[in-house]
């Protein structure tokens, strides 16, 4: 992990440790640089707020053979142009403001092709219903829902939205009606077209409803 502020080095540690991922943090890109081909890391982590380390950093991943099979996970605003300040290539983006778990979820939805175990803080159901995502309340578009919890979901998008100001997700679980819409808010986005939403609906009978349903169709361990 590339990046100089002490706040977020702290939540990407807490939120690794509790995925069993190991973090090696750096505050400079000379010294990143010079130790990425001593290690066999299998993701990078860059903040946008120092653009020219995580280019020289990602320079250095790109063009090494080590670096091919790393994955490059992005901390940006949600208006960055990613490309100009990362350059081509990154896998995942997590969005700021950060929170622990903001990261935790951004980091868990990549940690599987990182060759991890993957383990949830909150029950998680993996799922496939049809909904609608309304962008900045205009722009209507087409989703699958891959999995959802009471807090939250993770999302399949065939095509890029503009950019975002506001998101609200409707949908109907399975069987029931009538639909449901919640606001919504970006927290990860990743090169498949998937993206993970939390949910803003701070009404009792929406989490209660929810947490309902999930206990009522999740599959006994």
Same mark, same amino acid.
């Given at each position: 992990m590339l990046c100089r502020q002490p706040e977020t080095v702290a939540l990407a540690v807490r939120a690794c440790r509790e995925l069993g991922v190991e973090l090696q943090h750096y505050s400079s890109a000379k010294a990143a640089v010079e130790n990425f081909p001593l290690h066999s890391f299998q993701g990078v982590i860059v903040d946008d707020q120092d653009g020219p +380390?995580? $280019?020289? /950093? /990602?320079?250095? @991943?790109? +063009?090494?053979? =080590?670096?091919?099979?790393? %994955?490059?996970?992005?901390l940006a605003k949600p208006d960055a142009a990613l490309d100009a300040v990362f350059g081509a290539g990154t896998h995942l983006v997590?969005?700021?403001?950060? &929170?622990?778990? =903001? %990261?935790?979820? +951004?980091?868990?939805? *990549?940690?599987?092709?990182?060759?991890?175990? =993957?383990?949830?803080?909150?029950?998680? /159901?993996?799922?496939?219903?049809?909904?609608?995502?309304?962008?900045?309340?205009?722009?209507?578009?087409?989703?699958? *829902? /891959?999995? *959802?919890? @009471? +807090?939250?979901?993770?999302?399949?998008?065939?095509?890029?939205?503009?950019? @975002?100001r506001s998101l609200a997700l409707s949908f109907a679980l399975s069987g029931e009606q009538p639909t449901i &819409? &919640?606001? $919504?808010?970006?927290?990860?986005?990743?090169?498949?077209?998937?993206?993970?939403?939390?949910?803003?609906? &701070?009404d009792p009978e929406f989490a209660k409803s929810m947490a309902a349903w999930m206990k009522t169709h999740s599959t006994p361990r």
């Open positions: +380390g995580a $280019a020289l /950093l /990602l320079s250095e @991943v790109q +063009g090494s053979a =080590r670096g091919k099979n790393t %994955l490059i996970i992005a997590i969005y700021k403001p950060l &929170t622990h778990e =903001r %990261l935790r979820n +951004g980091l868990r939805a *990549i940690s599987t092709l990182m060759g991890r175990r =993957r383990r949830r803080a909150s029950p998680r /159901l993996k799922v496939n219903l049809t909904a609608t995502l309304t962008v900045n309340e205009a722009e209507k578009i087409p989703i699958r *829902i /891959l999995d *959802i919890s @009471v +807090g939250g979901a993770a999302i399949s998008v065939q095509r890029p939205f503009s950019t @975002v &819409t &919640t606001a $919504a808010e970006l927290v990860w986005k990743d090169v498949r077209g998937n993206v993970g939403i939390e949910f803003l609906n &701070t």
